[in-house]
């Protein structure tokens, strides 16, 4: 199963209308993605604004992805920072093909508590656990030891996606991993780096604004051309760190907006994008698309 997910996966936003989930938006964002040859799709993550989303939301996100994405993989976010709700939301989305699982937030476990956590979730399941490691975000890093001794003791974790921006630690679990480990980097920034020294691509944000372009992009790196990687890389550099001015998915979602793809619409508590970052974000799509088109 680890082979399904490699290559470009897309952290998908979850379009609203006013209030409310917009389903058609997200079936044509689905579609897009596909059309556009991303390798897998991963809804319901940080991306998604996905703690500001009901049960029934969750399911029904699901299911559209399922019915849209023709044979894409869906890999879904699934993480908590409690082992019994992880677990729900497994139950709640069953269907997908495998579960991405972040740190425990807010409680900043040690490694020990890590590893118990992450080999009681995956015990729960026999589909595929992928790690994830944001310390940003969840206050504690997983370590690469720790990351390395899941991998090898649970078969059914299959890869992690590192978000740390730590390349010593990331550099250790890609020497040391078990064949068929899958590295993927959480940092749209710094795929070519991390791919270049043998991770398997990238879970990105980008790719929900210029699709094709990530696509051909990460083949690009997993063909060895390194020298048209590496101009796409420095032509797609200010998308990749000005989508994080603000905290994502603010700048994305006004990325969004500005191509008719979806509302500005975020929901609380978070808000849609200052004016500064407006500017920042019109700008970067004009630069950009004088070299690549943005469809």
């Given amino acids: ?4 997910f490699k290559g470009c996966g897309t952290a998908l936003l979850t379009p609203f209308k006013g209030a409310e ?9 689905v579609a897009r993605q596909v059309v556009a040859g991303v390798d897998f799709l991963v809804p319901l993550g940080t991306t ?3 703690p500001t989303l009901s049960d029934s939301e969750k399911r029904r996100v699901l299911d559209v992805v399922r019915q849209h994405s023709s ?14 709700a992880t677990v729900a939301n497994i139950r709640l989305l069953s269907d997908a093909d495998a579960f991405l699982v972040v740190v425990p937030f807010y409680n900043k476990p040690p490694q020990k508590g890590m590893y118990e956590y992450f080999k009681a979730v995956a015990e729960s399941t026999d589909k595929p656990v992928v790690l994830y490691n944001v310390p940003g975000r969840t206050g504690a890093n997983l370590e690469a030891q720790t990351t390395l001794a899941l991998a090898r003791d649970i078969p059914n974790i299959i890869g ?32 070519a780096q991390l791919m270049m020294q043998g991770a398997d691509g ?7 604004i210029v699709p094709r372009l990530m696509a051909n992009f990460i083949k690009a790196l997993e ?21 994080f001015v603000e905290p994502n998915p603010i700048p994305a979602k006004y990325a969004m907006a500005q191509l008719g793809l979806m509302e500005n619409s975020l929901r609380l508590p978070l808000v849609t994008a200052c004016k500064e970052t407006e500017v920042i974000i019109t700008d970067t799509l004009n630069q950009l698309s004088e070299f690549y088109s943005l469809g």
Wanted: glycine letters at 6%; hydrophobic letters at 40%.
């Fill in 48 to 50: 998604g604004e996905t």
């Fill in 160 to 191: 992690i996606k590192e978000a740390s921006s730590n390349e010593a630690q990331i550099k250790t679990i890609l020497a040391n991993r078990p064949q068929g480990f899958v590295v993927l980097s959480g940092n749209d920034s710094e795929t």
């Fill in 1 to 4: 199963m680890s082979c399904m």
């Fill in 71 to 84: 044979a894409l993989p869906v890999m879904v976010g699934v993480g908590s920072n409690s082992v019994s």
């Fill in 223 to 243: 063909c060895g051309d390194s020298e048209l990687a590496v101009q796409m890389d420095e032509r797609l550099q200010p998308l990749f760190n000005n989508l």
């Fill in 21 to 29: 989930v917009d389903y058609e938006a997200y079936a044509e964002l």
């Fill in 202 to 208: 990238v879970i990105s944000v980008a790719s929900n």
